[in-house]
């Protein structure tokens, strides 16, 4: 397949893939295998990706995007969740949050070019971001509660914040999807492309950031997404009622028995407790 950036760094093959064009740093889940899902190493890969940006003046607009044509992110991997492992950063890298992204905040701007579905996780990586771009076969959810799980990476408290309050209500009580010409109707996204056109299409929007004076607009993005000294205060409140939610139902039987349904594909028997 032709590479639309050109030249530029070679990648690297690992999980998740960086490279350089110009201004723009692109960042690729490289897991197509398993729908581009996060599991610790993608997790890290992408946190330590978003600080080499951040630190490179050379760098003034972030794309992230997934391998392949079927999904940009399908959320946690539930297989490595279900092994009982801690698909976090670990140490000091805890506090990115979710895929190294969600509690992560730059002044670069950061833009979602979705190639594909983007459920749970993957949804909370759009709401993280600060632009999307969108296929038009992209569909966007969070089913978090049909696995007996709370959507606890930005997405039970982004979701209201960004579309209609009740639209995003019902989307998290019933995990149900919505499409992506939906999605851009709810200004959930910036633009909706054929599949082929997502990652030149992102790419383009990139470079017409990159294009304008970079102090100035990372000024702006600071302004406008409450950064300060690296963190967002006002979401600290609403960051840590989600631990604190999400880590009861965590524990619970049912967080155990929707996970196992889904590895072993039946429908979870819920109990409450």
């Known amino acids: 397949m032709m590479n639309p950036l050109g030249g530029g760094r070679e990648p690297h093959t690992d999980d998740v893939v960086t490279r350089q064009r110009g201004n723009v740093l692109l960042i690729t889940i490289n897991r197509p295998q398993a729908r581009n899902a996060i599991n610790r190493v993608v997790a890290e890969a992408i946190g330590e990706a978003l600080d080499t940006a951040e630190a490179d003046p050379a760098v003034r607009a972030i794309v992230l995007t997934g391998a392949g044509d079927r999904a940009f992110c399908a959320g946690a991997d539930l297989k490595a969740l279900a092994d009982g492992e801690d698909i ?11 895929a190294g992204y969600v509690d992560h905040p730059v002044s670069k701007p950061t833009i979602a070019a979705v190639n594909g579905f983007a459920l749970g ?36 408290f982004r979701l209201a914040q960004q579309i209609p309050r009740k639209v995003a209500l019902e989307m998290v009580f019933t995990g149900a999807q919505i499409s992506a010409a939906r999605a851009l109707e709810l200004g959930l996204v910036t633009r909706v492309v ?13 470079d017409a ?22 963190g967002v205060e006002r979401d600290a409140a609403d960051w840590a009622r989600n631990r604190v939610e999400a880590g ?22 819920w ?3």
Request: hydrophobic share 45%; aromatic share 4%.
């Open 194 to 206: 054929p599949q082929d056109q997502v990652l030149p299409a992102a790419l383009e929007l990139a």
């Open 121 to 156: 996780g993957g949804t909370e990586l759009a709401l993280a971001s600060d632009l999307v771009v969108a296929a038009d076969t992209a569909q966007f959810g969070l089913p978090e509660v049909r696995r007996g799980l709370v959507a606890a990476a930005g997405g039970a």
């Open 88 to 98: 976090h950063p670990a140490g000091p890298r805890a506090r990115w949050g979710f």
């Open 271 to 273: 109990t409450g407790r």
């Open 248 to 269: 009861r139902v965590r524990l619970s039987q049912d967080a155990e028995e929707g996970i196992r349904a889904f590895v072993e594909k039946r429908p979870p028997n």
């Open 209 to 230: 950031i990159a294009a304008n004076a970079p102090l100035a607009v990372q000024a702006t993005k600071r302004i406008a997404g409450g950064i300060t000294d690296g």
